[in-house]
């Protein structure tokens, strides 16, 4: 059973900073691109940042220069550090992976169960 779980959210001041992880478990021959995405109360889930298995990271226009995402292929985890939070980075992080199983010739994607980040004062 493949899992990503998230962790690493929390409360922050404004300003501050926090990292996610995502890590990956399971039986996967190989883990493809890894995203977080991130949901606010009464809005849709919206696109963070994308990473290719050794390529560069993607942002959304909202955080690009505060955040910065990576991953480590030897732990099968990505993570999600995060700069300069403002209240209007306050939602549940999720991750999210196209990840080739043991009994999967195409991979298929994962979605982990979201962590919440809240920046207030």
């Known amino acids: 059973q493949v899992q990503l779980v998230e962790s690493g959210g929390g409360l922050v001041q404004p300003g501050g900073s926090l990292r996610l992880s995502c890590a990956a478990s399971?039986?996967?021959?190989?883990?493809?691109?890894m995203s977080w995405y991130r949901q606010a109360p009464g809005n849709q889930r919206e696109f963070v940042a994308r990473?290719?298995?050794?390529?560069?990271?993607e942002y959304a226009d909202s955080v690009k220069g505060r955040f910065t995402i990576s991953r480590d292929n030897a732990k099968s985890t990505m993570y999600l550090q995060m700069n300069i939070l403002g209240p209007e980075d306050t939602a549940v992080y999720y991750c999210?992976?196209?990840?080739?199983?043991?009994?999967?010739?195409?991979?298929?994607?994962?979605w982990g169960q979201g962590t919440q980040v809240t920046v207030s004062s």
């Open positions: 999210y992976a196209d990840i080739q199983t043991v009994f999967s010739t195409l991979p298929l994607p994962y």
């Open positions: 399971g039986g996967f021959r190989k883990i493809n691109g």
């Open positions: 990473i290719l298995s050794g390529g560069d990271g």
